[in-house]
């Protein structure tokens, strides 16, 4: 349905439109009198400020203000707005070339900007989207003051009531703090949310959190590994196809928007995509639309982008291989996870919560433990594959264990990857464990086989071929391919089942 048929089935809707210019104003108001909506209008930030408080709270649903005023700006408005704790969302409209007003409306909670000269198109469907005039979530609220990474500083404690979805970002190193902090209030508003770090450091995990807070959390969460499509697949597998758009195309497909509508689309490993399908992409996020493969006709969205990278997207600009333009659309704010090396104080309480899941996963109680000494062991360890290669690390390290508790020789880590210690730095430091001498550091560069790169894959992989020899050699009797090895049946179905090893089940459990 378009916008415009949803407006006239909808309550009308009342805007105030700010503009010093007389014939844009105009232009404004016709365009979304003609969508149904009542329409008032003001030329300045002091007018439009009178109106508001005049008409009071919940008057008018949505301020469209220019940037520049006379007596000020469109931020003015904002934060005027957000000062007097006012719900009336806004859309700003910028000067062409200025993504950084932009960026600044976005953060001040503005829920979408538009660029001058305005695409009536785009305008009214951006007015739709910010009235729910499309499917969306139970109305946002409006974004706090001051969201964005400059302000992002973080709450100094956990808030009494945390959301479980941020309970599950386990940590208290003050990185990890900042960035619960910055979830939460970033959470409220349309913003879209750039989370940066290096592999395996949680960044799904944030862009889950965000989504989950957010009052679209109900609603649909669609994640996409931008890195992992084929080329050639990109445009139908975002934008979705209709029967016989191409060849093998046998019925209607929705693409990830689609899929997405109303929720959050997590565009994972957003520095992949090739430029090409980055210009398409642009243009669809600021148009709102996506057009299927095949289709004639564009199909309104409404879907948060939260999107992730490991790369430095700015250097990506510069090299010629990201759009600035795309890059400015995605990193109005910026969430950063630090690496694990960086908080190995939150290692005990890291490895708690995994031996907590694996337990849960596996069916095995009680949940095991970690002896102090393989946690003093852990830390001298540099995790070049962050949370994700503790997480293998420690699957491995229960299987290979004697029972529940896990000891040092279970952790598998030769002394040649590790570090001597960590600097006395309370942000590393477990509190449990007193600070060793020297700083963490890579292995040194040693005589002999090349070192694997990801020594917990590299260990699986051999621990796989045993157990698959074994069972080969056994007729696949997991009881007697286990005995051979030393194995408890119950150990040998907890290895075979983590490493993805299968057998025919014939053997007496
Ligand atoms: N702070 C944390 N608390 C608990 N679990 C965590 C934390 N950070 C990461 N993890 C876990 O580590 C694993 C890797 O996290 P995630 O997939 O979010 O990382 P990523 O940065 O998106 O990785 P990649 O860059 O490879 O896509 C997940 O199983 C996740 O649940």
Redesign the pocket.
Known sequence: MSPQAQAASAPSARLLVVDDEPDLRTLYELTLVREGYDVESAGSVEEAWLRLQEQGPGHYQLVITDMRLPDGNGLDLLRRLDNAGRSEKAIVITAYGSPENAVEALKAGAYDYLTKPVDLRQFRAVVASALGRMPVPASPARAPAAVGAASATGPAGMPAALHPALR????EAPS?QQVRGLVERVAQSMAPVL?C????????????AVHEVSPRGALPFVAV?CGAIPENLLEAEFFGYRKGAFTGANEDRDGFFQAAQGGTLFL??IGDLPLPMQSKLLRVIQERAVRPLGATAETPFNVRIVS?T?KDLAAEVQAGRFRQDLFYRLNVIRIT?PPLRERLG?LPA?CG??LQRIARDAGVSPVPTLAPEALQHLVRYGFPG???E??NLLHRALALADGTRIGQADLGLPEAVLGDGVEPDSNTVPAPLQPLAGPVRAPAPAGGPALPTDLAAHLDSIERDILERALERHRYNRTAAGASLGLSLRQMRYRMARLGVGAADNDAD
């Open positions: 599950r970002i386990v940590g990890i989370v770090g290096e592999s395996g450091t949680g960044k799904e995990l944030v862009a889950r590994n994972d490993e992730a490991h996870v939150d890291l919560s995994v962050n949370v994700r503790l997480e």
